[in-house]
């Protein structure tokens, strides 16, 4: 009968794995025999420094494709944490900086900085996901846009 196989066909749970409470001298004992085996540790692993050939990549892209199998795509809206409209400030300004980028020029002196001499206006103050809403302004032209607008 092969190693590990019991007549039931299956083999018991060792108990710390069983959600049974073991003593620290069990513990003790378990962890000086897996350090004394070095079993899959360093380069006693049979995978340890290997890497995979172009061939075998390209192959299993192949597969992917034709299987669809597709990484999980984990931004915008398939996001489980997306909130859309009623995303937060900061989190707003961050998804207009991902999309448009550091705002680098002013639209109205046309003042060029970076930074916090540069930002991105909102025009309206309603903070949508828009990015036709937001302009590139130095931060004096900000604060004059905001008053002039009764914004702030």
Known sequence: MPKGIRKSGIKPTPPSRSGCVVSDEIRKKISETMKARG??????NPCFGKKHTHKWKERQSKFNKENKIFPPIHN????????GEFVSYSGLHYWVRRKLGKAKKCSVCGKEGRGREMHW???DHKYRRNTNDFIELCAKCHTKYDKDNNLR
Do not use: R, V
């Open 76 to 83: 915008g809206e398939k996001c489980h944490n997306w909130k």
């Open 39 to 44: 079993i899959n540790k360093g380069e006693l």
């Open 121 to 123: 206006a909102n025009k």
